[in-house]
């Protein structure tokens, strides 16, 4: 028979006690969901299973029964749901992701926001990423508004959130170190103009970029904690509510709708809309890529 901490693949029909695994996971399943919103269908459950492996190996846990029982009882239940989270959340990114999008924020967008805001006594753009990974989206961001703060800009202040559930990715965007995978979309000219040398391999952003991004860790899932995310121009939530399921996702983007300024613009991964999930958003057509727009005030579409 093989071993409890096994992949799905290998993954055993039952435990010592004749349950059965797929219920035990199952159970952990829909803890993670309502915890995160992030929800492994069937198919996927063998990733879970892998994540369960990872932390069984590391608390020395005999059996995923025993793991649950490490997962459902106080005191330590908190901690070790986030180390699972840990393990099985999925920050695949890289900087410089989506160049129509970047193209519509510096084309579009922020002409349209400075001239909105200009009567306004504090002249602040406030950008949050949400589930930045390890903060390349942020970091993309904090350097194409710096492009923009010679003349568009200029006098402007920019404050960027970059938030993201997993502790370990939370802390690698702290810290703005980047090799060869993360850099492959970004030119020879942000390489030399916003990052220094850390080794033979890798690059760091520099100060002035990670002056601009305050990163911690946030669960989009956290209602009481969403709701003080307030007064945001601009929402980034790429690549992150396909893991989660219809419910989960109308939640989260309702709160990126009230979160959002009026006149604010709220953008998605290349392969995400938000068909069915919210009405309330008007959809925006830019070029190679699409924006959700919060009407404004003033121009009496809400
Ligand atoms: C594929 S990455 C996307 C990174 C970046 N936004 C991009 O598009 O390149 C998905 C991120 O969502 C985060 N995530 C998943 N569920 C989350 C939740 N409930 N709250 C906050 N972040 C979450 C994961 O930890 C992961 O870093």
New binding site residues.
């Given amino acids: 028979m093989t071993t409890a901490t096994s992949t799905a693949a290998a993954r055993p029909a039952q435990t010592k006690t004749n349950e059965p695994l797929d219920l035990v996971y199952r159970q952990i399943r829909d803890l993670v969901y309502k915890t ?3 929800y492994k269908a069937e198919e996927k459950l063998y990733l879970l299973a892998d994540g369960c492996a990872r932390r069984m190996k590391a608390l020395g846990a005999h059996s995923p029964r025993e793991y649950w029982d490490r997962l459902s009882v106080a005191p330590a239940r908190d901690a070790e749901l986030r180390n699972l989270l840990n393990e099985i ?6 900087l410089f ?1 989506s160049q129509p999008q970047l193209d519509a924020l510096r084309k579009v967008i922020l002409p349209e926001l400075v001239a909105e805001k200009t009567k306004q006594i504090t002249k602040r753009v406030r950008i949050w ?5 390890t903060g ?2 942020a970091y993309t961001l904090a350097m194409n508004m710096l492009e923009e703060s010679e003349l568009l800009l200029k006098g402007w202040t920019v404050e960027i959130l970059a ?4 502790d370990r ?1 939370v802390e690698a965007a702290k810290a703005g170190i980047y090799g060869d995978y993360a850099l492959r979309s970004t030119s020879e000219y942000f390489k030399r103009k916003y990052f220094s040398p850390v080794d033979e391999k890798k690059l760091q952003v520099r100060p002035e970029v990670k002056k601009l991004v305050t990163v911690s860790r ?4 956290d209602d009481s904690k969403m709701l003080f995310m307030k007064g945001m121009d601009l929402i ?5 509510l396909i ?2 399921d219809a419910a989960s996702k109308a939640k989260v983007v309702n709160h990126f709708f009230s979160n959002l300024n009026f006149g604010g613009y709220f953008f998605l ?1 290349t392969s995400e809309s938000l068909m069915n999930l919210n009405d309330k958003f008007h959809l925006i057509h830019f070029p190679g890529t699409i924006g959700y727009w919060k009407p404004s005030l003033k121009s009496g579409k809400l």
């Fill in positions: 995160s919103g992030i959340t999925i920050g695949e990114t890289c992701r990423s949400a589930g930045c990974s390349e989206e938030t993201d559930l997993n990715s946030l669960n989009l899932q980034f939530c790429c690549n992150v893991y989660f991964g």
